[in-house]
């Protein structure tokens, strides 16, 4: 079973930009690439998705080399409240959904 | 938009017992829904699949008789959890889309399961 893999873990102060990796070796060819915030006993709820290169909305941006075999979340200037845990979501070429190992973001003041 | 429900929230039931939750897309007609559970400090794994008026697809060691999916309506999809034990303790989180594959999935807030 392909696995997309993330850091366990991150620490950042308020107000720093934050950037979580997660690799797909195995995404296929048509997926997309999306990602996903998780506060404890909640739901993930969307940040943002995109297929390649660069995507930005209000809250985010995605960044995703030409391989497409990893991808990174950037947290512009994150607050207290961006503390939570932040998953990838990837399409594989077996024709999987699978979810990220996870990456807790603890946020500093 | 895009707003999911799950009903219950939570739920504790006696082994051997069977469970109902509900999932719902309130704003929008979802093709196809998923059902996944969460084990603590774990990622999310994916149950099963289900599309509107068919049968569920489910994942590897997933138990189609134990885990009953009916996928009725395009704004309603159910997961009974049959005989339940303690072992089928966990977070289940249902998610819908428009439709199967690249499109966006919206997430219900979850339902936390325990059986004493």
């Known amino acids: 079973l392909a696995k997309i893999t993330q850091p366990i873990s991150m620490d950042s102060y308020e107000g720093q930009e934050v950037n979580i990796t997660c690799s797909h070796n195995n995404i296929a060819t048509n997926d997309y690439i999306t990602w996903y915030q998780q506060f404890p006993s909640q739901g993930p709820r969307f940040i943002i998705q995109?297929?390649?290169t660069k995507v930005t909305n209000e809250v985010a941006s995605l960044f995703i080399p030409a391989d497409r075999k990893s991808s990174t979340l950037s947290l512009p200037r994150v607050s207290l409240s961006d503390t939570a845990v932040y998953y990838c979501?990837?399409?594989?070429?077996?024709?999987?959904?699978?979810f990220g190992t996870g990456t807790r973001l603890q946020v500093f003041p | 938009g895009a707003v999911v429900s799950q009903h219950p929230s939570w739920v504790i039931c006696k082994s051997g017992t069977s469970v109902k939750i509900e999932c719902r897309s309130l704003d929008f007609q979802a093709t196809t829904m998923f059902w996944y559970r969460q084990f603590p400090k774990q990622s999310l794994m994916l149950m099963a699949t289900?599309?509107?008026?068919?049968?569920?697809?489910?994942e590897q060691g997933v138990e189609k008789d134990k885990f009953l999916i009916n996928h009725a309506s395009l704004t309603l999809s159910t997961l009974t959890v049959t005989s339940a034990h303690p072992e089928d303790s966990s977070f289940y989180i249902c998610s819908a889309s428009h439709r199967e594959g690249t499109d966006t999935q919206y997430f219900g807030p979850g339902t936390r399961l325990t059986v004493l």
């Open positions: 289900s599309n509107e008026g068919s049968k569920a697809t489910y």
């Open positions: 979501l990837v399409g594989t070429e077996n024709d999987k959904l699978i």
């Open positions: 995109g297929y390649k």
